[in-house]
């Protein structure tokens, strides 16, 4: 992590991160979130051809479940039963996120992924490449994990 007494080495540009590409939330309970985010809020469910192929078994097995927002911006339910907050009252704690993931334009993902290492913001995990693109794992000063990641160079 990096403290506010560390020296900067090299920082991404304004702009540089384009959009939020996903919110990742752990559930608890995976029909009352799908009713919450789906009934309540009125997200669209993503279902049958427009589940991504790398989701396709998790989504089939009830382990995660897909939405998206007006503006495009997908949000993933993972099922983790045994999932207990670290306090009873939310709003006390942040307490269900699981990571936060930002797209980046393919061309400047190992820049990216310099940044961090030129900061010594300890890697999580990657970077991974996948199907769909690649990515970058680490945490921000309070814990929770965020992701850099780009679509795959076509």
Not at 8 to 13: C, D, G, I, P
């Amino acid at each position: 992590m990096l403290s506010s007494s560390q020296t900067v080495k090299s920082v991404l540009a304004v702009g540089n991160l384009r959009k939020v590409h996903h919110i990742a939330l752990n559930v608890c309970d995976m029909q009352a979130s799908r009713y919450f985010y789906g009934t309540i809020l009125g997200l669209h469910e993503l279902v049958g051809d427009e589940v991504p192929e790398t989701l396709l078994e998790l989504v089939a097995s009830g382990k995660v479940a897909n939405f998206v927002t007006p503006d495009g911006t997908v949000l993933d339910l993972f099922w983790t039963p045994d999932l207990t907050p670290p306090d009873p009252n939310p709003e006390r704690n942040f307490t269900r996120a699981y990571h936060l993931a930002f797209d980046i334009d393919p061309p400047l993902f190992e820049q990216a992924v310099a940044v961090l290492r030129d900061n010594e913001i300890a890697i999580a995990h990657g970077p991974v490449t996948r199907p769909t693109g690649r990515g970058v794992y680490f945490y921000d000063p309070d814990g929770l994990m965020i992701e850099i990641r780009c679509d795959p160079d076509l």
